[in-house]
């Protein structure tokens, strides 16, 4: 298979850049491993509405839908469970599709395999029942499945409020809110008021979840004591941190930037990585909020074609312009600090980036 | 916490097994991984990679940033020998040596010498 | 440089702490109380000896006074186990497949060659293969087998060697790489990112980083470095019986796969290209593998010294500096640590080693005593 | 237990399919993986770990845990939460290391 443009990872980031790729004349090819693309937008209910020019709010879910919708009508070669596994040694990126595996031909890459929720640890934690607070979103929202009639959520984070709130509506009983900071870190107001009766014990950690073949009760230490109650479901919403393999085995280099997540792959403004054919979009870079995933995608894209001639120089630095302007307006302050501070970092080396022996 | 808790599901590694490999020196994941197996499982560190990093940062006082990750190899994620097998048809540049042809080749070699 | 005189003077400094030098470090704390510091750039096991398939391998190796040193080797396991503890040493019995019949007279050869030092080789048909070993293919043409052969748990045996050397006594120093070593008044000074240690003796252990080490003390190590790439699976139930040429199955479960050699420096990636040439390559071995998961593939930097054989002994016109690099480490440890102590401590070996000498080098071009 | 009609998505899926675990006839939407399926039936526990024996089931549902291994016709060790379920299909929990020997001797 042979393409300008190889993008790894069919969310909304990998999308966004496909579609933008594909109307600035590219041919591309967008691989993801699951069977459907989407990503982890294909089973987010709540509203979005902080998006970019162009894009309708609406729950998250159907915005993927519409997206989804223009790139099956588009040029873009889409490829569902296709696995980027590996490089060959004249750098091109390998995909297996569980029978065969084989290059991809592309001038340039991009990455977006998106980020992967922090796992949280404590006695009992691998029974079954107890799951990433993302697991428990896939089942309602996805698959129309119940992962149990009754729940405690481990961690207090917008997205914990967020998945505990849809558990609710899915008829799901939230025991309580398990914190171990002193106070809730949830910044909606709205959310914690819909869930305010749900108790949130702070100060708090999981002493051990129990049960015969799956989850059954959990105990939890507090600071009035220890707290003991019957749950099927335990979900664990510890935050989230980039999916780095395919960029290690891109000989890209990371760097550390807590407020993006912890161990992040090095970008410069171009979102161009330490592998000058590397261009990363989305979660994998620490972006966190739809609308300004959606425009690294955007920004990935001009600037992979950029890369391989198809865009200039001027053209491409006019329409990242606009497209970071339109992001800093949409994007958390923490993030976009720690974003700046990392493209500072990126400059701070040789420039264009250059690989990493 | 218990110490016994499990860090690494795959491989069912607890915190004291940790704690007793960077007590032995271990400084980094791919140091414990070596003595213990966490980290080896069919994951390959993409769940524990993290909780494993913050005991080093706490056992050994060091600011999490400084402890890298393990490194991470292909494939990304596991796949059938026979799907990494098919796929390329042309493999006449092959770097796979045989241990018979090698012991042969030596042999030959010995008989030109005189040791 | 002026000695403090409060400054230690080991009897031995080690460098490198792989498989061959934590091995020289507990064969001499064992047969003496001797001052013994190891010293490794990095951890125990983050390079080659932490790599590897880890056959203990001696069929094949020829001349066959090298198969006979490997022998003995694979004879001192058994007992080395009984003394440090279990490194999952297993004397499996090894399989070389052959897939032209044109090979079986070569084939004999060998067996005849082995036989004059006691290594007893079997020429198999393939039927008497498959008969052996079950999952091979049907397509090879026969093998070599040989019992002296078997695997061991690497990972296992250097921390084993090194728990049992700081037992009795040696002092170790990791995350710490030697800069430059220099002789004064007949005293090496080691010096390392974390000060300078003096010794008696010096022994460069540092398996493919030999070559640097080497330079230190002015000495051409004629040696290569070669990526080897190797595949594992998950743990698999036990279902191959014998080290065979290119696959093995762990005490664990896990087969380890590969047998590749490439010319690349110190580079550690591994390479789709190779691991599907590895893929097919096990699948045409034992096709019963096509289904098993790949969880991993690592690569090693093996040291091949220019002649292939193992390069061991003092270090000829600097007295009191020693040398130990061999690409199978692993197969000879034991034997290594063990005559390399009788050459420290008595000053002679039970073996005669002269011919494992770097001097036979000594009219190669590079070379400078 | 299947969530017949979600209260943002209503009726998502229609389409209706008999799946085996460890050969009992179960129901499943299409479209849904065979990790819901089976949660969809009350079945959470999907295997044993290998160490300590212990149950295993989905923890993460985006093919990166490898919690949820189950035996699919015949193929060992396929992630359940990234298989959509068909018609017929035969599942297994994951109790055991995958044996290549008993395709040698069946072969």
Redesign the interface.
């Known amino acids: 298979m042979e393409a300008d443009v190889l993008i790894v990872g069919a969310g909304p980031a990998g999308i966004s850049a496909a579609l933008t790729a594909e109307k600035f004349g590219a041919k591309v090819i967008l691989i993801d ?3 459907s693309p989407g990503g ?1 937008l294909r089973q987010q ?1 709540q509203y979005f509405s902080n998006l970019p020019t162009g894009y309708a709010p609406d ?1 998250g ?1 159907k915005v993927i839908e519409t997206l989804i919708k223009h790139l099956y009508a588009s040029s873009v070669q889409v490829y569902t469970n296709h ?7 004249n750098g091109m990126i ?1 995909v ?8 991809i031909l592309a001038r340039a890459n991009i990455l977006a395999p998106g980020a ?8 009992g ?8 607070a ?2 428990a979103q ?10 149990g ?1 009754r729940a405690v959520m481990i961690g207090t984070n917008n997205f914990a409020f967020t998945v505990a709130k849809q558990l609710h ?3 799901v009983t939230i025991e309580a809110f398990i914190e171990e900071k002193s106070q809730i870190t949830c910044s909606d107001g709205i959310l914690r008021d819909e869930l305010k009766h749900v108790p949130v014990w702070t100060e708090s ?1 999981v002493q ?1 979840a129990q049960g015969t ?2 989850v059954e009760r959990v105990s939890v230490h507090t600071p009035e004591g220890r707290k003991e109650i019957d749950v099927d479901l335990i979900c664990i919403s510890n935050g989230f ?1 980039p999916i ?3 960029f ?2 891109m ?1 890209c280099e ?1 760097t ?1 930037k ?1 407020h993006l997540g ?2 992040v792959p090095l970008y410069n403004e171009k979102l161009q990585t330490t592998n000058p054919s590397c261009f990363i979009a989305g979660n994998a870079a620490g972006i966190t909020d739809l609308g300004p995933i959606l425009l690294t995608g955007e920004i990935a894209a001009i600037s992979a074609l950029e890369e391989i001639g198809i865009l200039n120089s001027e053209e491409a630095e006019i329409e990242r312009r606009k497209r970071w302007l339109e992001l800093e307006k949409l994007e958390n302050t923490a993030v976009c600090q720690a974003r700046k501070n990392l493209i500072a970092s990126s400059r701070s080396r040789q420039s264009p980036l250059t690989k990493s022996k | 916490m218990e110490k016994s808790t499990i860090v690494c599901r795959c491989e069912e590694i607890n915190i004291e097994e940790i704690e007793l490999a960077i007590k032995n020196g271990a400084r980094t994941f791919d140091d414990i991984k070596r003595l213990t197996r966490c980290g080896m499982g069919p994951c390959q560190a993409k769940i524990c990679m993290n909780p494993v990093r913050e005991i080093i940062a706490t056992y050994t006082n060091t600011p999490l940033e400084d402890i890298p990750p393990p490194r991470l190899r292909m494939p990304a994620i596991p796949v059938r020998l026979g799907a990494l097998a098919n796929g390329v048809e042309d493999f006449k540049e092959s770097s796979i040596a045989s241990v018979f042809g090698e012991s042969v080749e030596d042999g030959d070699e010995q008989n030109d010498e005189s040791v | 440089m002026v000695m403090n005189k409060m400054t230690k003077v080991f009897d031995c400094i080690i460098i490198g702490s792989g498989v061959v030098g934590s091995s020289i470090a507990y064969h001499l704390s064992e047969r003496k109380k001797y001052e013994i510091l190891l010293i490794d750039k990095s951890y125990p096991l983050s390079g080659t000896s932490g790599s590897t398939q880890a056959w203990v391998w001696v069929h094949s190796k020829t001349p066959n006074w090298y198969g006979e040193l490997s022998m003995y080797s694979a004879e001192l396991y058994a007992y080395l186990e009984k003394k440090i503890g279990d490194f999952e040493y297993k004397r499996t019995g090894g399989i070389a497949p052959f897939y032209n019949e044109g090979d079986r007279d070569k084939a004999l050869k060998l067996a005849e060659e082995q036989g004059k030092v006691g290594i007893k080789i079997d020429v198999l048909t393939r039927d008497e293969v498959l008969e052996k070993e079950p999952a091979v293919s049907p397509k090879i043409a026969g093998a070599t087998f040989s019992k002296w052969d078997g695997n061991l748990n690497p990972f296992r045996l250097v921390e084993l060697y090194i728990r049992a050397a700081k037992k009795n006594g040696v002092q170790c120093s990791f995350y710490n790489r030697v800069t430059s070593i220099k002789k004064v008044r007949g005293i090496f000074h080691v010096e390392t990112e974390q000060g300078v240690f003096q010794g008696n003796n010096v022994i460069l252990a540092g398996g493919p980083w030999s070559k640097e080490l080497g330079k230190m003390l002015g000495v051409y190590i004629p040696v290569r470095q070669v990526r080897g790439q190797i595949l594992i699976t998950e743990p698999l139930k036990p279902f191959l019986k014998y080290t065979i040429g290119g696959v093995r199955q762990t005490d664990n479960g896990e087969v380890l796969i590969g047998y590749s050699k490439e010319e690349v420096g110190y580079d550690r990636r591994t390479t789709l290209d190779v691991m599907q040439q590895t893929a097919r390559m096990a699948i045409d071995l034992v096709p019963a593998l096509a289904k098993a998961n790949i969880v991993r593939a690592f690569s090693g930097i093996r040291v091949i010294p220019e002649d292939g054989l193992p390069i061991f002994g003092e270090i000829p016109g600097i007295k009191g500096a020693y040398i130990a690099v061999m690409h199978s480490g692993i197969t000879l440890s034991a034997i290594v640590g063990t005559l390399m102590t009788e050459l420290l401590i008595d000053g002679e070996t039970s073996l005669d080693i002269s011919r494992y000498s770097l001097k036979r080098f000594s009219n190669l071009p590079n070379r400078k005593i | 237990m299947q969530i017949h009609i979600h209260p943002v998505l209503g009726e998502k899926f229609t389409e209706e399919v008999t799946f085996y675990f460890n050969n009992k006839p179960l129901k499943a939407k299409k479209g849904q993986t065979v990790a819901a399926a089976l949660m969809a039936n009350g079945i959470r526990n999907l295997g044993t770990s290998r160490k300590f024996l212990q149950p295993r089931g989905l923890y993460c549902a985006t093919g990166r845990c490898m919690s949820c291994f189950v035996t699919i016709n015949g193929v060992e060790h396929v992630l359940s939460c990234m298989t959509l379920v068909d018609e017929g299909m035969k599942v297994f929990p994951s109790n055991e290391d995958p044996d290549p020997g008993s395709e040698i001797n069946g072969s």
Do not use: H
């Open positions: 491993e699951s069977f982890q209910t729950i879910l696995t980027m596994i590996g490089a060959y040694k390998g297996t599709d569980g029978n065969k595996t084989f290059p992967q929720e922090e796992a949280k640890i404590f006695p934690w691998t029974l079954p029942g107890v799951m990433t993302g697991a896939i089942l309602i929202n996805r698959e129309s499945v119940l992962p009639k509506d899915c008829g950690t051990i073949g799956q941190t780095l393999e395919p290690v085995i000989d990371l550390y807590k912890g161990w």
